[in-house]
C-alpha cells in the first residue's frame, strides 16, 4: 500500500512542531485520515504534497503507521516510537482492531470534519481543563464544542449492536442517571452545558432509537443527540447485513437527530422531544 509520497532530494526536513503536532494528533484520536489531517491549525499553511511528505518522514522515523481502512482508503496510527514520544504505553501503538478503528473513525469525524468542529478531550484535558467533573475511571469519548460559551459532550459509537436500538437507549439511560449522579456534571447539566451524542451509522436506525427514546420522559434531563454516519457503512456493512438491517446504496451526507422538529429537505414533519432536523455535509 502507497501511504505517502517518497520525499523527493529537495525536499526540506519537516519542522519538529508539525512532527509534534502530527503525532499528538493521532495520539488524541487514535487514528486519522488525510482529510482530518488537512484541518489541523497548524498545517493550513501546508499544501498537500508538502502534508504527504511530513506523513512519510514520520513512518520512516517510525513515528506513524499505515494500513487500509477500508477497500482503497488508508489511515494512520501511532507506531511504537510515537506512543513513546507522547509518553504513551506500548499498546497504544500499532494497527487497530476492526471494532477501535470504528469508533475512532465515528469521533474523529464527529470532531474535526464536521461543519462546525469540536475537540476530543483526553484524560489530561478533563483533569486540567474540567477539574470539578474529572475522577478516575470515566468512558473515553469527552468532547469540548466551543460553539457559544461552550459545552462539554459524551460521544458514543453504536457499533453494529445487530440492530439492538433497545439497547443503545438503555445504554444512553444509564449515562444520563451516571452523570446527573456526579456534582460536577449536575452543575454543567443545569447550566446548559453538557450533552450526550450517538454516532451510528445508517439514518434507518437512528430513527428507531429516537422513537424508543420518545417513550421514557428521563432522556429529556440531558440534551441527547443522535447522528447518522453513511460514511462509516464501509466498515460495518457486514455486521449490519447480519443483523436484518439492510443499508441503503444511495450515498447521503450525515444526519443529525436532536431535540428539535424533524426537517426533511426544509419540511417539518412532526414535533417531538428527540427527532432529525436534517443533514450535515462534510
Avoid at 51 to 69: D, F, T, Y
Avoid at 208 to 217: K, M, N, T, V
Amino acid at each position: 500500500m502507497n501511504c505517502g509520497d517518497p520525499m523527493s532530494q529537495d525536499s526540506l526536513e519537516p519542522k519538529a512542531e508539525h512532527i509534534d503536532a502530527i503525532v499528538q494528533h493521532i495520539a488524541r484520536y487514535r487514528l486519522t485520515i488525510f482529510a482530518a489531517i488537512e484541518r489541523v491549525p497548524v498545517f493550513s499553511a501546508l499544501g498537500p504534497r508538502q502534508i504527504k511528505n511530513m506523513l512519510q518522514h514520520c513512518r520512516r522515523q517510525s513515528l506513524i503507521g499505515c494500513a487500509p481502512l477500508h477497500h482503497a482508503a488508508k489511515y494512520w496510527f501511532l507506531d511504537a516510537g510515537g506512543a513513546e514520544r507522547c509518553g504513551l504505553e506500548p499498546n497504544r501503538s500499532g494497527p487497530l482492531s476492526e471494532l477501535a478503528k470504528l469508533r475512532a473513525l465515528a469521533i474523529l469525524r464527529y470532531c474535526i470534519l464536521a461543519e462546525r468542529p469540536r475537540h476530543r478531550l483526553t484524560a489530561d484535558d478533563l483533569a486540567r481543563s474540567f477539574p470539578t467533573v474529572f475522577r478516575q475511571g470515566l468512558p473515553e469519548g469527552y468532547y469540548f464544542d466551543p460553539q457559544d460559551s461552550g459545552r462539554l459532550g459524551l460521544a458514543r459509537v453504536d457499533a453494529g449492536r445487530r440492530g439492538r436500538w433497545d439497547r443503545i437507549v438503555q445504554s444512553l439511560r444509564e449515562d444520563i442517571d451516571d452523570h446527573l449522579h456526579q456534582v460536577g456534571f449536575r452543575k454543567l447539566i443545569q447550566a446548559g452545558r453538557f450533552e450526550i451524542t450517538l454516532l451510528t451509522v445508517l439514518r434507518q436506525k437512528a430513527r428507531r432509537i429516537i422513537e424508543a427514546l420518545s417513550q421514557y420522559r428521563d432522556t429529556a434531563r440531558v440534551p441527547l443527540h443522535v447522528v447518522a454516519m453513511p460514511e462509516l457503512l464501509p466498515l460495518v456493512s457486514p455486521r449490519l447485513l447480519k443483523g436484518g438491517i439492510s443499508p441503503s446504496k444511495r450515498k447521503t451526507p450525515f444526519s443529525r437527530v436532536s431535540s428539535l422538529p424533524v426537517q426533511e429537505h426544509g419540511k417539518t414533519t412532526g414535533n417531538g422531544p428527540l427527532q432529525t432536523v436534517g443533514d450535515l455535509d462534510i
